[in-house]
């Protein structure tokens, strides 16, 4: 077979990557969600995530949680709180999440912790993902430079929390705004 007969295989599906506390669910400032009963989710999740798996997208949480690290909490506890959080999108949302990808990493040089790009890369591997037709959503600095870096659009979400606003591919004032862009 010649070079001109070869065929260049598809672009996977995209995603839509999703930070955890800030975005998900209310982010305890100062702590980390331990346990379910901490867990608040957040407006426009259930909404969102329906709508984006209706539109094609993949839906995965790309999170740092560095309590498990620091002995917080366990890893048990974390699955646990992302198994209960999943439960309940199911109940509400009639969808979960395709994917949780974390990084318990305490050193903030870490290669895998935001704002290094690994996690979004693992999942673009392990799903075959194309990042170029993907978002990056995160209430952070170190979100939106991990989707930067990882190639795909951004979109910063503002909240109660917000300092500085990082120049993001788009700014949402609230988790559903996404869904004009998508």
Same mark, same amino acid.
């Given at each position: 077979?010649? *070079?001109?007969? +070869? ?25 980390? !969600? ?42 048990? *506890? &974390?699955?646990?709180?992302? $198994? ?5 999108? $199911?109940?509400?949302?009639? !969808? ?16 895998? +912790? ?42 910063? &979400? ?16 609230? &988790? ?7």
């Amino acid at each position: 077979m010649t *070079d001109i007969h +070869r065929r260049t295989p598809d672009p996977g599906p995209p995603a839509i990557f999703f930070d955890r506390d800030g975005v998900i669910n209310a982010r305890i400032l100062g702590g980390y !969600v331990r346990h379910w009963n901490e867990f608040e989710l957040l407006p426009g999740v259930v909404e969102t995530l329906r709508e984006v798996k209706r539109r094609g997208y993949l839906a995965i949480i790309i999170t740092n949680q560095r309590g498990v690290g620091l002995g917080i909490m366990s890893e048990a *506890d &974390l699955a646990n709180v992302h $198994e209960e959080m999943q439960n309940a999108l $199911e109940r509400e949302a009639g !969808v979960r999440f395709d994917d949780i990808i974390y990084c318990t990493d305490t050193d903030s040089s870490s290669t895998r +912790r935001k704002p290094a790009p690994t996690m979004l890369f693992e999942a673009a591997e392990k799903w075959h993902i194309d990042l170029r037709n993907s978002w990056m959503i995160g209430d952070s600095m170190s979100d939106i430079e991990a989707g930067k870096r990882a190639g795909t659009k951004t979109a910063y &979400l503002i909240t109660q929390h917000s300092e500085e606003i990082p120049k993001a591919t788009k700014i949402l004032h609230k &988790l559903t705004d996404i869904l004009a862009f998508v």
